[in-house]
């Protein structure tokens, strides 16, 4: 892998593990704004801890080898779902930032995958 290909690499593995940590532990804080999108979708309460814990592993699965694929494909899957929420439930400016997201997952699977496939 190229020298810019790893620094690209490292810089989504950055961003999106703070932003996935960051959601995950105030999602398990219990804040209320976070938890609100939620209810507005009719969903119960424990789907926001366990979608929070959910993006808290993720964000340390994708710094492990063996696991940042699967993590980054777990965490595309749950921005798919909040692009949905916030253009269902809000306005579509407020779904780029999970639009975002899901791009630097897509990006580190595609990156992962292409360093499995290398090294054998």
Not at 46 to 53: A, E, L, P, Q
Not at 54 to 64: D, P, Q, R
Not at 93 to 113: C, F, G, M
Request: with cysteine; charged share 10%.
């Amino acid at each position: 892998m190229s020298k810019l290909k790893m620094i690209i690499m490292y810089v989504c593995l950055v961003l999106a593990s703070l932003a996935f940590a960051a959601a995950g532990i105030a999602k398990l804080a219990g804040v209320e704004m976070v938890h609100a999108s939620f209810a507005i979708m009719g969903l119960p309460v424990w789907f926001g801890y366990f979608i929070g814990t959910c993006e808290l592993a993720g964000a340390i699965g994708l710094w492990i080898r063996r696991t940042s694929a699967l993590a980054s494909a777990g965490l595309f899957i749950i921005m798919l779902g909040a692009t949905y929420f916030h253009i269902a439930y809000e306005t579509f400016d407020k779904a780029i930032p999970a639009i975002v997201l899901a791009i630097l997952t897509i990006a580190i699977i595609v990156t992962r995958k292409a360093q499995s496939h290398t090294k054998v």
